[in-house]
């Protein structure tokens, strides 16, 4: 359904799932969530995304899923005009162990500081 356009038919069907006893927490949630926001997203719900995203950090996710928690939520922002917001997701994805994701957090930051957002002193 998400991938065919029909993100407000997927919508209801993966509320459901994160009732399901096994699939409402761990990864599998978080996996759920993901494409919840994906589906507010394609239906121009960007603050819900966000929303769905944020919660979802709450729940203390492996790093490769907070890694790309992060980094999504860096594009959420970057999108919706907060690079302020979006500077200090890819900081904190800068400080992940993993190669890829600290360097595709490296170069957005470049590319931010290069846009006149710096980040905040300190955070690098």
């Known amino acids: 359904l998400i991938l065919s356009d029909k993100a407000a038919d997927a919508l209801p069907f993966l509320d459901k799932l994160t009732r399901v006893p096994a ?8 996996r759920i969530g993901l494409m919840q926001s994906r589906c507010h ?6 603050s819900q995304a966000t929303d769905v995203l944020e919660h979802l950090l709450t729940i203390s996710p ?14 959420l922002y970057l999108e919706t005009g907060q690079p302020r ?4 997701k890819l900081t904190q994805l800068a400080q992940t162990s993993n190669g890829l994701w600290k360097t ?4 957005e930051l470049g590319y931010l500081e290069l846009q006149g ?3 905040k002193e300190g955070s690098k």
């Open 23 to 30: 699939l409402a927490e761990g990864e599998d949630r978080i």
């Open 41 to 46: 997203h394609a239906l121009k719900q960007t």
């Open 62 to 75: 492996p790093e490769a899923l907070r890694d790309r928690l992060n980094y999504e939520l860096s594009r």
């Open 85 to 88: 917001k979006a500077t200090e």
């Open 104 to 107: 595709a957090a490296e170069q």
């Open 117 to 119: 957002h710096k980040p």
